[in-house]
């Protein structure tokens, strides 16, 4: 066996056997070779299955301040390496390749399988934390295109959080929503306990807006318990409960409508409301029994003066449905028609200005068209109505 002074004299290219690695002859040995570097290299040396002579790397001789192996660490090395050979692995270097990489793809296997279980565990983790607004803003986008506005306006009434400013009354605030406790909860939690709560802290309050609420929320939970991600986190009955229906109660169906002898008492006050798009509103949603909302989002392009006739959107019917134009009807609409064509007064600081840069202005396209509304057009005629009926002593919804 070599001595570490032997070892040091090794030159550049040459090798030297420092004897069997293992048991006896057979078992390979262990060689060192010095580089074209200086650094002393160790080797498994070996005779393969096909006669033919191989050598394994063992690692670099520590020597010369260099980290690296001693030769004792050598020697076990190359003892391991020839427990294997004797094994019957004559190809050790192909052997050990191969089982280091199947050791690589086993621990990138195991790896992989961590990550993905990891992953699991996080969407898992966010998908229980999710939130009854989550959810319930999900809900609202996926259904919009198939509701009508007054549909998506109740929708996000029952859920808005409140404390925002009035549109007409602006020191006054929104009121939070019945389902707005709802929102900030998890999906998961809520269940039939938490509704029935909800429902006997509303009912002395707001009885019809609750009812209201428990109907869209019906709706929500059916359709949470049809989608293949949230199914697994709610109770689709959640909202179904006899107590919550008795809690809720039984709304009286509205039977309030104007007598043949209270017409004249209803145009007069309404004929009197100032302004001119909420009276003909007002008038031609009588004349033509059309619902409030499709007459609200009637545009210019669906009245026909040469035909006489108005094309309502219809919520039962997509293609929706053709009206005649009565006289008094025609009248109201050709002078809304003639208000809408004609600019508003120009703002005495934009008189000065050059016509080029002032800014365009273009008819609208609504029929009932209000300039203060986000929309464009006429959202809320119910306030003006009722001061009319008030006026005339009369007590009707529209």
């Given amino acids: 066996m070599l001595q570490v002074r032997q070892l040091a004299g090794i030159k550049v290219g040459e090798w030297a056997t420092d004897g069997p690695a293992g048991p006896g002859k057979g078992s390979g040995v262990l060689a060192f070779r010095r580089g074209q570097s200086g650094a002393l290299l160790a080797y498994f040396r070996f005779t393969r299955a096909n006669g033919g002579r191989g050598a394994y790397p063992i690692g670099q001789l520590a020597e010369r301040g260099r980290a690296g192996l001693t030769l004792a660490e050598a020697r076990d090395k190359a003892g391991e390496l020839a427990t294997i050979y004797l094994a019957g692995h004559k190809d050790?270097?192909?052997?050990?390749?191969?089982?280091?990489?199947?050791?690589?793809?086993?621990?990138?296997?195991?790896?992989?399988?961590?990550?993905?279980?990891?992953?699991?565990?996080?969407?898992?983790?966010?998908?229980?934390?999710?939130?009854?607004?989550?959810?319930?803003?999900?809900?609202?986008?996926?259904?919009?295109?198939?509701?009508?506005?007054?549909?998506?306006?109740?929708?996000?009434?029952?859920?808005?959080g409140g404390g925002e400013d009035r549109q007409r009354r602006p020191k006054v605030k929104t009121a939070p929503g019945p389902l707005a406790p709802l929102m900030g909860m998890r999906l998961m939690d809520l269940t039939p306990a938490i509704v029935e709560a909800l429902a006997n802290s509303e009912a002395a309050t707001r009885p019809t807006r609750l009812r209201l609420a428990i109907r869209l929320l019906k709706a929500?939970?059916?359709?949470?318990?049809?989608?293949?991600?949230?199914?697994?986190?709610?109770?689709?009955?959640?909202?179904?409960?006899?107590?919550?229906?008795?809690?809720?109660?039984?709304?009286?169906?509205?039977?309030?409508?104007?007598?043949?002898?209270?017409?004249?008492?209803?145009?007069?006050?309404?004929?009197?409301?100032?302004?001119?798009?909420?009276?003909?509103?007002?008038?031609?949603?009588?004349?033509?029994?059309?619902?409030?909302?499709?007459?609200?989002?009637?545009?210019?392009?669906?009245?026909?003066?040469?035909?006489?006739?108005?094309?309502?959107?219809?919520?039962?019917?997509?293609?929706?449905?053709?009206?005649?134009?009565?006289?008094?009807?025609?009248?109201?609409?050709?002078?809304?028609?003639?208000?809408?064509?004609?600019?508003?007064?120009?703002?005495?600081?934009?008189?000065?200005?050059?016509?080029?840069?002032?800014?365009?202005?273009?008819p609208s396209p609504w029929v009932f068209s209000s300039p203060t509304a986000a929309s464009g057009r006429m959202v809320e005629p119910s306030i003006a109505h009722r001061r009319a009926c008030q006026v005339a002593g009369l007590e009707v919804t529209l």
């Fill in 92 to 160: 050790i270097d192909t052997y050990l390749e191969s089982r280091e990489r199947q050791e690589r793809e086993a621990a990138e296997a195991a790896e992989a399988e961590r990550v993905a279980k990891a992953t699991a565990e996080a969407a898992q983790a966010a998908l229980e934390a999710l939130t009854v607004r989550e959810a319930w803003d999900r809900y609202v986008s996926e259904r919009t295109p198939r509701w009508s506005a007054l549909h998506l306006r109740d929708h996000r009434a029952m859920a808005q």
């Fill in 220 to 362: 929500f939970l059916r359709w949470c318990g049809e989608d293949p991600e949230l199914k697994c986190l709610v109770d689709p009955s959640a909202a179904s409960t006899r107590k919550i229906r008795e809690t809720a109660g039984q709304g009286q169906a509205k039977n309030d409508n104007l007598e043949k002898g209270q017409l004249a008492a209803w145009f007069k006050a309404v004929r009197g409301i100032s302004n001119p798009t909420i009276s003909a509103y007002l008038q031609i949603l009588l004349l033509t029994g059309a619902r409030r909302e499709e007459l609200a989002g009637l545009r210019w392009e669906d009245v026909n003066f040469m035909w006489q006739s108005i094309h309502l959107k219809d919520k039962v019917d997509e293609a929706g449905r053709t009206i005649p134009m009565t006289f008094h009807v025609g009248a109201l609409l050709r002078d809304l028609k003639a208000r809408n064509e004609t600019p508003p007064p120009l703002p005495r600081r934009l008189r000065d200005t050059p016509e080029e840069d002032r800014p365009e202005w273009k």
